[in-house]
């Protein structure tokens, strides 16, 4: 009788996360719950170390690591990016030296660092910029295979989302008080992530999918009607014209919606999924 022998099990990939904070910490949950078959969690980078930890010791059932931003590049498959869109360079730049798999919220910080690219390029890593909370960037996607004629982002939201936007401050913007929509920017989605940095990720994840930052255009709202996050784009091609709309529920951080922190846990799990699903 022959000797079964087993095939050897593979080892999970080891994941950092640069920031714990809405985003990071949902993250962190779902790899300490074992929802992401293939994945452990097995660093953190922050700024307050003692309060993640205190966070983690009560959160999580097997805390991770506190360590700078060398070591997680050092530790870790992948590095994802939850973290102040200022940060992103000094996070991505020893991930991407030693070809680890860098996962991108701040996607609008890519903008002042495309060296980026050329250094993921370089030494065999990869940038990945998940949906977030957008819709249709698998259609952008698509219709870039051929020609694109025009895109645009419509994205309104409440106060509350905006307060403290660098255009609004430049401009002495004071959205206290206010009853009605108000239009506070149209332009570029360039421009809308100098103005809003915090605010419109998704415009520039929308034009890098598509026809680039300067082309796409952005009109961002402070609607005191609205409580969800409401993104419409408009898209005209060769190969399909469509209109998409999303109304994101807010998470406690009044500028992110719950459904990007969803999202990169859903791009975490199609890079280790027996079948994956959309472009």
Not at 58 to 65: E, F, G, K
Not at 163 to 170: D, S, T
Request: with cysteine; aromatic share 2%; charged share 20%.
């Amino acid at each position: 009788m022959t000797d079964r022998v087993s095939a050897p099990m593979t080892p999970p990939q080891r994941v950092g996360i640069a920031g714990l904070g809405t985003i990071g910490k949902a993250l962190a949950r779902a790899l300490d719950a074992g929802e992401l078959p293939g994945l452990e969690l097995a660093a953190v980078t922050v700024r307050d170390a003692d309060q993640a930890r205190q966070w983690m010791g009560v959160q999580l059932a097997r805390p991770a690591d506190c360590v700078g931003v060398q070591t997680l590049a050092e530790r870790c498959d992948w590095v994802v990016e939850c973290a102040p869109a200022r940060l992103l360079r000094e996070i991505a730049e020893p991930a991407l030296r030693r070809g680890r798999r860098l996962l991108v919220m701040s996607v609008g910080a890519l903008l002042g660092a495309p060296e980026l690219i050329d250094l993921a390029r370089a030494h065999g890593g990869r940038i990945t910029v998940p949906s977030g909370g957008l819709l249709g960037l698998d259609a952008v996607s698509a219709a870039r295979e051929a020609r694109i004629h025009a895109v645009t982002l419509v994205t309104r939201k409440p106060v509350a989302g905006l307060q403290g936007a660098p255009l609004l401050v430049e401009q002495g913007i004071d959205l206290a008080g206010l009853t009605q929509p108000m239009c506070l920017f149209r332009g570029s989605a360039r421009d809308a992530a100098r103005g809003f940095p915090a605010n419109v990720n998704v415009a520039v994840a929308l034009s890098l999918a598509g026809i680039g930052v300067d082309r796409t255009q952005v009109e961002v709202w402070a609607d005191p009607t609205v409580t969800r996050y409401t993104h419409n784009i408009r898209v005209d091609a060769d190969s399909a014209s469509f209109s998409m709309t999303i109304e994101n529920v807010p998470s406690e951080n009044p500028r992110t919606g719950r459904i990007a922190a969803l999202s990169l846990i859903a791009c975490l799990r199609k890079a280790h999924a027996p079948l994956a699903v959309g472009t």
